[in-house]
Structure formats: structure tokens, C-alpha cells
């Protein structure tokens, strides 16, 4: 539920204070507790596999966020959430 994904997001919060922390998330009310947020994608060329990670600057952290929560078609709302989310937890 969202509130225990909010609990567990705030223990792991504390945790990074303390030690490094890495978590791979679906759930906005974890993503949006991250001090940083990297996009990982892997891809296939030329019979060959890579793997490229890029760290997301604050606009690409909402648009993620706001993924999370509404999908491929990202609404206003979902952004407007996810903007939320992410001041509330800083």
C-alpha cells in the first residue's frame, strides 16, 4: 500500500544517511525519497548488448516519477503529483 511503501521509503531514507543505498524501485512514494535517480537502459546493436546509465537532472526525476505513477502516457496530474512528491520528501 502506500503507506507501508512510504514507511520503507523513510527507513531507507535513514538507512542512506548512514550507508550508501541502492534500490530499484516501481513505487513513487520510494523513488521520490532519492537523493539520486539514474536511468538505466540496455540495449541491443550490431549482435551486441550495452548497458548505458545516465543520471536524471530534477525535470527528468519528475518526468520518471510521474511514469511511475501513470504509465507511458504521462498526464499533467501525474506530474504535478510527482513535483509534489518530491518536495514533500526534501
Same mark, same amino acid.
Given at each position: 500500500? @502506500? /503507506?507501508?511503501?512510504?514507511?520503507? @521509503?523513510? /527507513?531507507l531514507?535513514? &538507512? @542512506?544517511?548512514? /550507508? =550508501?543505498?541502492?534500490?530499484?524501485?516501481? &513505487?513513487? =512514494?520510494?523513488?521520490?525519497?532519492? !537523493?539520486?535517480?539514474?536511468?538505466?537502459?540496455?540495449?541491443f546493436?550490431?549482435?551486441?548488448?550495452?548497458?548505458?546509465?545516465?543520471?536524471? !537532472?530534477?525535470?527528468?526525476?519528475? &518526468?520518471?516519477?510521474?511514469?511511475?505513477?501513470?504509465? !507511458?502516457?504521462?498526464?499533467?496530474?501525474?506530474? /504535478?503529483?510527482?513535483?509534489?512528491?518530491?518536495?514533500?520528501?526534501?
Amino acid at each position: 500500500s @502506500g /503507506k507501508a511503501a512510504g514507511r520503507i @521509503g523513510e /527507513k531507507l531514507c535513514s &538507512l @542512506g544517511k548512514k /550507508k =550508501q543505498v541502492i534500490c530499484i524501485t516501481h &513505487l513513487p =512514494q520510494i523513488a521520490s525519497l532519492a !537523493d539520486n535517480h539514474y536511468l538505466i537502459e540496455k540495449s541491443f546493436e550490431n549482435e551486441s548488448f550495452s548497458t548505458n546509465v545516465h543520471i536524471l !537532472d530534477h525535470h527528468e526525476r519528475v &518526468l520518471e516519477v510521474a511514469r511511475i505513477i501513470s504509465g !507511458d502516457n504521462i498526464s499533467e496530474s501525474a506530474k /504535478k503529483a510527482a513535483e509534489e512528491m518530491i518536495k514533500f520528501y526534501k
